[in-house]
């Protein structure tokens, strides 16, 4: 391992040892986002030799049920995925993974960007899920890191305007030198949801034709609902509360589809190729750089539970 | 009469010296319908006349009727009520080639403007400018007489009758709400609610190929009717919210094979979390029944196994489909027709009791 990525689903298991139905149970190696060096390989693998410089897709599939089949593998009832209780991470000197899950970096792609392809994937995934061309304008909401990644993969397939929102304006400052052609910011208030709603329109200067929910709130997914135009879509990829109360019916009325987003599939070569052609640029976003010892771990993840200025913290090993 | 030796030039026939004054039913105010006289627009070049025959009752007519409003659809004005229609063609248009006086037409009820983004992309269902029968303002078609453009009305074919026609308004949002969930000889599905809608989207859905199709009610005598009408499986639910996961297990139980699509024609938080729950990941929820505004609901978990949610409003390019599954029998709406009246003060008020009650009552439908 050479470069890994601290994600918020690490951070949440470090802060309660669970997420969403994953708890904890023993002792497991934290990490996923990640890229490195191999240093041996199987006698069946042909693709990879040592030495060679690769980025890993976390999860191992079963490969054998019919959604594996079907090739929506993200969502296998099997899956073993780094990080994810009982399933080690990566955040560790070396690991063992199946070769055809490690794909090889382009030599002007860097160890770091490639542990990046990892977040990546989920904006590239949702764009895909969400049809995003050079018709679609974008709304995100959130300018985390998600929300970051979303609108740099938005870009790159093509999306001709992007307005993001958020509470922070550090963060939609980061959004704007991105690229973002429009910024707002917003309440956490959700009475405040039909006058942003105009806001937003006025950013766009058009219909929202899909909206990125990077948040996962009650208000940003309401925003959403009541943001994007008849026909539209509304792609959840933050995964906030479990019951979420929200304008569903004037939405449907509007067939104004919901979109959920898992994790991804089949994104490590496109990652890799937009970043090997420079359509996408993740540097910026990699804010804090720690060593693997024990001071430096507990330094990191304390950088990355504070949000704010820490958009991505990358360990160098 | 004017019998052929007079030539008078310049006197065109008006409405008012027809033998017959044209009547409908208008909404007044909260329970209060009144027949009265329903003077029609002048027929332009692309309209037809239509003598309407035969017209159902939909639960947003019973909505409108008993609270003067749908959704954000406010009655300000008496409107004439009543969209589910089939007629005869009396009088057509100068420049209307492909129907003629005497052809039976089942209508669809809304005017789109044809101009707007969404109309020339084909999804003028959803068009800002739609002028719908019973929506208000726009008057709708309980009435012996209404004026309506001609490709908005589709001949029937000799083997399907006039009440079979008004039939095809409902079916339409049972097969639109099919080709959204792409139903098809792979899809398994629920249906949440055995009422008007449930049951024309059970059909539908058999007639788009779909091998096992589920419904869940809490009312066992719709249930019954369900399996009548072709339901692979039944389940009577609760209104108790906290049933939920131990009827998810029921449904899943029944449904071995897994669930990939799921049609709520009910609306509301229960049959709602019931559906994103119960269908398998990768698979959608279609939400028809428009009953709540806001719904708290497990979105989350739904999105985490990339259940999508798909709307449903009205239809569009339906009527052909409708038309041509009724004349293959494909599709038999006809046990749905549960009571009929004619068109009189009485049984005007006697046929919006009816439907309005419920339970025993499916599709109470007109004769004109």
Not at chain 1, 120 to 134: F, K, Y
Not at chain 1, 146 to 167: E, N
Not at chain 1, 181 to 195: A, H, L, M, R, Y
Not at chain 1, 197 to 210: N, Q, T
Request: proline residues 5%; hydrophobic residues 40%.
């Amino acid at each position: 391992m050479k470069a890994v990525g601290i994600c918020g689903s690490d951070v949440h298991f470090l802060k309660t040892l669970r997420c969403a139905d994953f708890v904890v149970k023993q002792p497991m190696v934290i990490g996923h986002e990640c890229a490195g060096i191999i240093e041996e390989v199987g006698s069946e693998v042909k693709h990879l030799v040592p030495g060679d410089r690769v980025a890993l897709e976390p999860g191992i599939s079963c490969w054998r049920c019919n959604v594996c089949k079907k090739g929506r593998y993200n969502l296998c009832p099997e899956m073993k995925f780094f990080a994810t209780p009982p399933v080690h991470g990566s955040l560790a000197n070396q690991v063992v993974h199946p070769a055809d899950l490690c794909f090889k970096l382009p030599e002007n792609v860097s160890l770091e960007e490639g542990a990046m392809c990892e977040p990546l994937s989920v904006g590239v995934h949702a764009c895909r899920r969400a049809n995003i061309g050079p018709e679609t304008n974008i709304l995100v909401m959130g300018a985390g890191p998600i929300g970051l990644v979303t609108l740099l993969a938005a870009r790159a397939f093509g999306a001709p305007r992007i307005i993001i929102v958020d509470v922070d304006d550090y963060r939609l400052s980061v959004a704007k030198d991105l690229g973002a052609d429009g910024i707002v910011k917003v309440s956490t208030n959700i009475q405040d949801i039909p006058e942003e709603v105009l806001l937003i329109h006025k950013a766009m200067g058009a219909g929202v034709d899909v909206t990125f929910d990077c948040a996962g709130f009650n208000k940003t997914m309401s925003t959403a609902l009541s943001a994007t135009r008849p026909g539209g879509k509304v792609c959840l990829v933050g995964m906030g509360h479990n019951e979420m109360t929200v304008p569903l019916t004037p939405a449907a009325a509007r067939e104004v589809d919901v979109i959920g987003v898992f994790r991804y599939t089949n994104t490590w070569p496109l990652c890799l190729e937009f970043l090997r052609s420079g359509k996408i640029d993740v540097k910026p976003l990699i804010t804090h750089r720690f060593g693997f010892s024990q001071r430096e771990v507990e330094e990191a993840f304390e950088t990355s539970a504070r949000g704010g200025s820490a958009i991505k913290v990358m360990f160098n090993l | 009469m004017s019998s052929g030796g007079h030539i008078m030039a310049g006197i065109e026939e008006e409405e008012e010296e027809e033998e017959e004054e044209n009547m409908a039913a208008w909404l007044l105010g909260i329970k209060n319908l009144k027949i009265g006289p329903y003077h029609l627009p002048s027929l332009g070049p692309h309209d037809v006349k239509v003598r309407i025959k035969a017209l159902g009752i939909c639960g947003s007519d019973v909505h409108h009727f008993k609270t003067m409003r749908c959704a954000n659809f406010i009655v300000k004005k008496p409107m004439v009520i009543g969209h589910e229609c089939a007629g005869v063609i009396e009088e057509v248009g100068s420049e209307v080639k492909t129907l003629a006086v005497g052809d039976r037409v089942a209508l669809e009820p809304g005017i789109s403007c044809r101009r707007c983004n969404l109309c020339k992309d084909g999804r003028y269902n959803l068009c800002p400018e739609m002028k719908f029968f019973g929506s208000p303002p726009t008057n709708g078609a309980l009435a012996n007489k209404v004026v309506h453009p001609a490709n908005l009305c589709f001949k029937l074919p000799e083997n399907v009758s006039l009440e079979e026609g008004a039939m095809c308004e409902p079916l339409s949002v049972g097969v639109h709400a099919c080709r959204r969930a792409k139903i098809g000889p792979d899809t398994n599905v629920l249906i949440m609610g055995a009422g008007p809608i449930g049951l024309i989207t059970l059909l539908a859905a058999h007639a788009f190929g779909a091998p096992r199709v589920m419904l869940i009610d809490v009312d066992g005598h719709r249930l019954s009717i369900a399996k009548k009408l072709g339901a692979d499986e039944i389940l009577q639910v609760s209104t108790n919210i906290e049933d939920v996961g131990e009827e998810v297990q029921k449904i899943q139980s029944a449904m071995s094979s897994g669930i990939d699509v799921s049609f709520d024609c009910v609306g509301y938080a229960k049959t709602m979390s019931t559906a994103l729950n119960a269908t398998r990941s990768g698979g959608k929820a279609c939400l028809i029944g428009l009953a709540l505004s806001e719904m708290t609901v497990p979105l989350t978990p739904a999105a985490a196994r990339e259940v999508d949610i798909i709307g449903i409003f009205r239809y569009r390019n339906t009527w052909p489909l409708c038309i041509e599954l009724l004349r293959t029998g494909k599709i038999d709406v006809k046990p749905l027709i549960t009571h009929r009246f004619s068109f009189s003060q009485e049984e005007v008020e006697k046929a919006f009791e009816t439907s309005a009650g419920g339970s025993n009552a499916i599709k109470v439908m007109f004769n004109l």
